[in-house]
């Protein structure tokens, strides 16, 4: 499946080291879209060597193609919240995954209907047994 991993840049990159064990788990057995999420030289200021709107356009034509979206929300993020908006939009699957005792999931995001799989948890172990558990589902 084509998996589009989101998680936050601009809104902080302090979860960097759960964004790239989750993708290196995802690229296992699924295309990853957003690989740049976990890469170490993207720092708070993004992509710089793309203009704010080729960002924008091409995160929008992998949303049009992807199969299942995986969303990290611990972090609270802009973008992340705008994209989630988006596949709710379109009608393409969400799964989220949130920290416990970390941060609460803005309630724009929990109190929508639409948003359906959304889990909670501490250690990156559990994160990737309910993405294993979820992307079966989705096959
Ligand atoms: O440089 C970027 N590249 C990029 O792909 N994004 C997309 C993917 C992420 O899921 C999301 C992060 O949004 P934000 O930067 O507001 O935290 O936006 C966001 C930025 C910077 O805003």
């Known amino acids: ?19 790239k064990q989750l ?6 057995n699924h295309e990853v879209l957003t690989e740049h999420i976990g890469d170490d030289s993207i720092i708070a ?17 992998w949303i049009e193609e992807w199969d299942v979206m995986v969303a ?11 994209e989630l908006a988006y596949a709710e ?4 699957p969400v799964i989220i995954i949130h920290r416990t005792n970390q941060s609460q999931l803005s309630a724009m995001i929990a109190g929508t209907d639409y948003f359906d799989s959304i ?6 172990k559990d994160a990737i047994g309910i993405l294993e558990a979820q992307l079966g ?3």
Not at 1 to 19: C, H, L, N, P, T
Not at 119 to 124: A, C, G, Q
């Open 72 to 82: 990290e929300t611990t972090n609270p993020s802009l973008g992340v919240g705008y």
């Open 45 to 61: 200021s993004g992509e710089v060597e793309r203009t704010d709107k080729a960002i924008r356009d091409r995160d929008i034509q």
């Open 137 to 139: 589902k989705e096959e």
């Open 23 to 28: 993708i290196a788990y995802l690229s296992n």
């Open 119 to 124: 889990y909670y948890y501490e250690e990156i």
């Open 89 to 92: 939009h379109i009608g393409k």
């Open 1 to 19: 499946m084509k998996v589009y991993f989101a998680a936050s840049i601009r809104g902080g990159r302090a979860d960097i080291s759960i964004y």
